[in-house]
């Protein structure tokens, strides 16, 4: 009997262990991994949602550069340098390349509503982070996520706090809340769809939303699709 007993305590404590939620640090490491494409290329748009107008884009993946090539005049590439910590965003425009100051993350790229720091999902490589809730929910699609909060290393950047639901099937990032240093939500991320390659969750198109800080309002939506990666030599 008091083995029986000792049994059943060890399954119990066994499955109470399974069960324990990860820490916000490797949920942190689902989302970037999901990002993180070896040796990928992706072409795909910008589009803004109230004038309909497009900007094609075409994105190179490795384990050490994010690249965003931009064809139309003026030509331009933006490339997120992963080796760095911080990651580092540079520009390259006219053939001259310099690193963008975090006081211009919040600047617009090729004028849509749509800034450097969305770009480059910096914020997914900051090191600050907690678990909020271990058993979050979307409420419309009921999908079971993680829901962490990363904080800026400074207070130099377009975000300070950062809210992301990432996917507990994928791990990749379901919806995404960005805060000013006075706690006021400054933008709204959501993904809608998302592709599976090389066993990896890549992103396949995501809305992000600007917002008014003072009524809380919509202000602006631009919309990133890309179509499926493919793999260089």
């Not at 990860?22 to 970037?32: D, I, N, Q």
């Not at 099937?169 to 959501?190: L, P, T």
Request: hydrophobic share 40%; glycine share 6%.
């Amino acid at each position: 009997m008091k083995r029986r007993l000792f049994l059943a305590s060890l399954a119990a404590t066994a499955t109470r262990a399974e069960e324990a939620p990860p820490t916000a640090e490797y949920v942190l490491s689902l989302v970037r991994r999901s990002y993180a494409l070896q040796d990928h290329k992706m072409t795909g748009r910008l589009r803004d949602d109230e004038t309909g107008r497009e900007e094609p884009l075409e994105l190179t993946l490795s384990g050490s550069v994010m690249r965003f090539l931009f064809k139309n005049d003026p030509p331009e590439i933006i490339h997120l340098d992963l080796t760095t910590t911080p990651a580092t965003l540079y520009q390259v425009k006219a053939g001259s390349s310099s690193q963008v100051p975090l006081k211009n993350a919040a600047d617009p790229v090729r004028g849509m509503d749509f800034n450097y720091e969305d770009l480059s999902l910096r914020f997914i490589y900051w090191k600050n982070v907690k678990m909020l809730d271990a058993d979050a929910r979307i409420t419309a699609a009921r999908i079971k996520c993680w829901l962490i909060r990363v904080n800026a290393p400074d207070v130099s950047g377009p975000y300070y706090t950062v809210d992301l639901w990432v996917h507990k099937d994928s791990g990749g990032m379901a919806k995404m809340e960005a805060y000013d240093r006075r706690g006021k939500m400054v933008k709204r991320f959501e993904v809608r769809k998302m592709q599976k390659v090389d066993g990896a969750t890549a992103l396949k198109e995501m809305m992000v939303e600007s917002l008014n800080q003072t009524s809380g309002d919509v202000k602006g939506r631009t919309y990133m699709t890309l179509d499926a990666p493919v793999k260089q030599n």
